[in-house]
Every structure is written in C-alpha cells, then in structure tokens.
C-alpha cells in the first residue's frame, strides 16, 4: 500500500532539493500522509532513513554540479547552496565524509 507513495515522495524530495528546509513534515504533506507514519514507512521500503537519503540525494547532485561547473573552486560554495546547504563548511564536511575527499579535490580529480 505505502509503496504508492513512495513514487511520488521522491519526486518531491528531487524538485525540492535545492530547498534548505527541505523536510519530513514537507514531503509527507505532500503526499498526504503523518510526518512520523511516513518516516517509518519510507524507512521499511527504502532501507534507510528520510534523513540520510536526503543527504545522500544533495552529495549526488553536488557531484553532478561539480561535474558540470567548469568554473573555479569558488563555485563550491554555491554549489552547497544549490542543493541545499548553504554552509559551504557543513556542505565541505559532510562531502568529505561521503566521498573521502573535499569538493576542491573532487573537482580537481575530475578535471585531470
């Protein structure tokens, strides 16, 4: 039954990524559903927790930005705020923790 949802729960987490305050109570409104009811739930059929999916969606897509941006390290700054960290020290800690790099030396992993 929940896995109807789910669908449209990532959905949302994607369109809203970029959103700071991106949260569980966001993304469970959106599909109508209790905020600690839809934790639970998107838990047993994801296998992992809200939190950490979404955490784990932004280091995606700051490695896709990266990727692209063919700017200099400065732009990773806004990078983290592009995906939704906007404290580029956060947003540097939680990639290094990641990947096991920083995104300076992600970025000049790609480039070379």
Known sequence: YFKEYIPVALEFIQEHL???TLSITNVSESVYLNSVYFGRMFKKVMNISFKRYVQNARLEKAKELLLEESES???IGSIGNRVGIPN?????QLFKQSTG????EYKRSLEE
């Open 18 to 20: 970029h959103e700071e």
């Open 73 to 75: 390290i400065g732009s």
């Open 88 to 92: 580029a020290s956060y947003f540097s």
């Open 101 to 104: 790099v920083l995104p300076s």
